[in-house]
Antibody
C-alpha cells in the first residue's frame, strides 16, 4: 500500500518561504496515472486545494495561490515538494500531501493522504 | 470557482441512527463529487467518489447519491467510529473545491 509522509519546518517567519516535501513509499511516483497533490487546512476550518503535479513535471495550481506556489517532483528520490513564498499568518495551516487518480471515475479524488504537517507562520 | 455548500453544519445523532448530509454545487458538476470523513487529528479519508461509488474498504452503511448540483451522503446505522466531520469535494473543474464540512456529533 502506497504511503505518503510530509516533512519540513514547523515554523516559518513571515515573508519567508515555506518548503515541504512529501516522500512516497511502497510505490513509484513515476508510475503515471496519478496527480501528486498538496492540500491545506486552516485551523478549525475546511480544506483548500493548493495544486498538483504529474510524473512528467507538469503542475496545476489554485489561482488564489498560484503567484506564490511551486510544486516540483524528484522521480529519483520518489518525492514531490511544495514551495510557498512570501508567507503570512494566513498561511498557518496543516499541510497534507495526497495522491489522486488521473482519469477515470476517481479523477482528481484523493484516495491516499499523508498524516499532515502543521506549519505555523510567526516571527 | 465552483462553490460547494454543505448542510447542516452540524448534526446530533445517536448510535444506530440514520443521518443524511447534503452538499450543493454552485453549478452542474455531473457526478464529479467525492465525500471524505475526517476524525479529529487525522487526515481525511476517502469514502465515496463519482457521487455514488464506494471506495475500497469503506463499510456499506455509507451511501452516496445525487448528480448535477445536489448530492447526499447517507450513513445508515451510525457507529461510534462515524462521529466525525464529513467533507464533499468537486472534481469537475479547477480549482478543486471542498465544502465547509458537516460535523456529526453524539447526541
Amino acid at each position: 500500500q502506497v504511503q505518503l509522509q510530509e516533512s519540513g519546518p514547523g515554523l516559518v517567519k513571515p515573508s519567508q518561504t515555506l518548503s515541504l516535501t512529501c516522500t512516497v513509499s511502497s510505490g513509484s511516483i513515476s508510475s503515471g496515472g496519478h496527480h501528486w497533490t498538496w492540500i491545506r487546512q486552516h485551523p478549525g476550518k475546511g480544506l483548500e486545494w493548493i495544486g498538483h503535479i504529474i510524473y512528467s513535471g507538469s503542475a496545476s495550481y489554485n489561482p488564489s495561490l498560484m503567484s506564490r506556489t511551486t510544486i516540483s517532483i524528484d522521480r529519483f528520490k520518489n518525492r514531490f515538494s511544495l514551495r510557498l513564498t512570501s508567507v503570512t499568518a494566513a498561511d498557518t495551516a496543516v499541510y497534507y500531501c495526497a495522491r489522486a487518480d488521473y482519469g477515470g471515475p476517481g479523477h482528481d479524488v484523493s484516495d491516499i493522504w499523508g498524516h499532515g504537517t502543521t506549519v505555523i507562520v510567526s516571527s | 470557482d465552483i462553490q460547494m455548500t454543505q448542510s447542516p453544519s452540524s448534526v446530533s445523532a445517536s448510535v444506530g441512527d440514520r443521518v443524511t448530509l447534503t452538499c450543493r454545487a454552485s453549478q452542474n458538476i455531473a457526478d464529479w463529487l467525492a465525500w471524505y470523513q475526517q476524525r479529529p487529528g487525522e487526515a481525511p479519508r476517502l469514502l465515496i467518489y463519482a457521487a455514488t461509488t464506494l471506495h475500497s474498504g469503506v463499510p456499506s452503511r455509507f451511501t452516496g447519491g445525487g448528480s448535477g448540483t445536489d448530492f447526499t451522503l447517507t450513513i445508515n446505522s451510525l457507529q461510534p467510529d462515524d462521529f466525525a466531520t464529513y467533507y464533499c469535494q468537486q472534481a469537475s473543474s479547477f480549482p478543486l473545491t471542498f465544502g465547509g464540512g458537516t460535523k456529526v456529533e453524539l447526541k
